[in-house]
């Protein structure tokens, strides 16, 4: 073998090791991408778009240029913190969620908020984000759409994924008896949610990735379709113009099945003791007499 065959040789297995280097790379990056993409639109798109306008909190397209990158690792690391620590940004935050604060983000660490900031540098380049939200018609809501969002509610239509019915943990006016569930005393009752989440967007996007850890973890492998979504956002405009809240009616329910309840009981009672202190009584007289 010639001194340029050796050279040849040599050559092409240096570009073959570094063409395998780059392909492990490459392989590797969008592994992570798509995990940190995942983990977005599971906990972080029911707040925020990226492009797509305000939800319950800012759009976050561009929010490395706002904020330097420190500050943002922090804040997502524990919200709350920077709100005690009397933090003017995040108290303007705050104050533009109308009092909501954000939650930390279920399994966060410093590293997966880098890759979550490097995430929304790399969207916010975009022409149009992945993540500027779900597209929620302007149309009127019919009286079919909320006869359809409380069969929803109420179970008898299923939903297409395989989740739950809503009222086996929350309740909503118009239910009749007892009502729905009430895993959550304060947010149980999802007559006014609508009003709560500020309208049709905020509600839809919420509804699309429930943020929450017990809706998270039952809807993550089971989301909701956009028309059951549609359906659903009806029937809480619908129950919110009502104004009525479940709660009352349920407890008013229960209290009256409660007094009938214990009057039945009474009444059984009675029936099967009816004679019982006649029996004792009667042998006490007549042995006074004797």
């Known amino acids: 073998m010639n001194k340029w065959s ?25 592994a992570n991408a798509q995990e940190t993409a995942v983990y977005f639109q599971q906990n972080c798109a029911s707040c925020h778009t990226i492009g797509g306008g305000r939800l319950t909190g800012p759009d976050l397209k ?20 920077k709100m005690d620590a009397g933090d003017p940004y995040a108290l303007q935050l705050l104050d533009e969620a109308r009092g909501v604060v954000m939650p930390i983000p279920p399994g966060i660490t410093p590293e997966r908020a880098d890759y979550l900031l490097d995430l929304i540098e790399a969207e916010s ?17 019919t009286a079919a759409d909320v006869a359809r969002g409380l069969a929803i509610f109420k179970g008898s239509r299923k939903l297409k994924n395989g989740g739950p019915a809503c009222y086996s ?10 009502g729905g569930g009430n ?26 990735a429930p943020a929450t850890p017990t809706m ?11 028309d059951e979504i549609h359906a659903l956002v009806a029937l809480f405009e619908d129950r919110a113009q009502a104004g009525k809240p479940a709660k009352s009616q349920a407890q008013l ?27 004792v009584r009667r042998p006490l007289v007549e042995s006074e007499k004797l």
């Open 6 to 30: 050796e050279k040849a040789r040599r050559t092409s297995f240096g570009r073959a090791g570094a063409g395998l280097a780059v392909m492990v790379l490459l392989a590797a990056m969008p």
């Open 62 to 81: 561009d929010v490395t240029g706002r904020r330097d990158r420190e500050w943002l690792k922090s804040y997502i690391l524990n919200p709350q913190a």
């Open 125 to 141: 380049a975009l022409e149009e984000s992945q993540f500027k939200g779900v597209q929620i018609s302007n149309e009127p809501f």
């Open 169 to 178: 943990c929350h309740s909503v006016s118009g239910l009749g008896g007892l």
């Open 183 to 208: 895993l959550d005393p304060e947010r149980g009752d999802l007559t006014l949610v609508y009003e709560r989440l500020q309208g049709r967007t905020v509600l839809s996007s919420w509804l699309m």
């Open 216 to 226: 998270n973890s039952v809807f993550k492998a089971a989301a909701m379709e956009s």
């Open 253 to 279: 329910t229960f209290a009256l099945l409660g007094a009938g309840g214990a009057a039945l009981a009474l009444m059984f009672f009675d029936f099967v003791w009816k004679g019982r202190f006649l029996a």
